[in-house]
């Protein structure tokens, strides 16, 4: 169901009210920006391929082929969870500007407004 523009008007007016209010929250709950580096993820994919490659080959002669697999694996993954990384707080943007009225101000108006009709 879609919000009619006075529920997004309203919806609009809460979300600058907490950002204006308590930045710090917001930013806990706001998407995080992540770069990925293409030649950690690349890497680690074929690393993670090769010792798949060595696991399964060694389940059929040598165990310790499997193990040292098993090790790539375990390293490509990492390489590939490293790559990876959070972009600082500047490249995300100006500030968010505050609102003039807070809100539970503007919501104690529309209660009062209400009781008194």
Same mark, same amino acid.
């Given at each position: ?27 806990? /709950? ?12 690349? $890497? $680690? ?42 972009? &600082? ?8 500007? &505050?609102?003039?009225?807070? /809100? ?14």
């Amino acid at each position: 169901m879609a919000l009619t523009d006075a529920e997004r008007k309203l919806l609009d007016e809460l979300e600058a009210t907490l950002t204006a209010q308590d930045p710090k929250l917001v930013s806990k /709950f706001a998407k995080p920006h992540r770069r990925i580096h293409p030649t950690k993820t690349i $890497g $680690g994919v074929i690393g993670f391929l090769l010792g798949l490659v060595g696991l399964v080959a060694g389940m059929s002669s040598f165990w310790w082929i499997s193990v040292i697999g098993f090790v790539v694996m375990l390293v490509s993954t990492i390489l590939v969870i490293s790559g990876y990384s959070k972009l &600082p707080e500047q490249t995300r943007g100006p500030a968010p500007v &505050p609102a003039g009225e807070s /809100f539970m101000s503007r919501m104690e108006k529309r209660w009062q407004d209400r009781q008194d009709q």
